[in-house]
């Protein structure tokens, strides 16, 4: 079972930044795209940004030009910087492969975007 440990999340004002971190068991990781995904309450769990194995990133419409999706293949880590974050943002973020390990979703990292 691969495991994805997530961490960084917490309370922040609107404008706020963060920044989340995952780090995970998942062999040959360098060869996979990596992805944050998140789910707010009573919602879905939605994409939200992706990294390829050649650190070409790729974001939802909904994070583009506030969210910066990054990675190490040396640590096997990924990151999210998260910006200018809106009230619409808090969720539970999880961190998987793109496409996901269904079977295998870490615990995720609470973000609450609140005054």
């Known amino acids: 079972q691969v495991q994805f440990v997530e961490s960084g999340g917490g309370l922040v004002q609107p404008g706020g930044s963060l920044t989340l971190s995952c780090a995970t068991s998942l062999m040959r990781f360098g060869s996979n795209t990596m992805a944050w995904y998140r789910q707010a309450p009573g919602k879905q769990r939605e994409w939200v940004a992706d990294i390829t194995s050649n650190f070409s990133p790729t974001y939802s419409d909904s994070v583009k030009g506030r969210f910066t999706i990054s990675r190490t293949n040396v640590k096997n880590t990924v990151w999210l910087q998260m910006n200018s974050l809106k009230f619409e943002d808090t969720a539970v973020y999880y961190c998987?492969?793109?496409?996901?390990?269904?079977?295998?979703w870490g615990q995720g990292t609470q973000v609450t975007v609140s005054s």
């Open positions: 998987n492969s793109n496409p996901p390990r269904t079977g295998d």
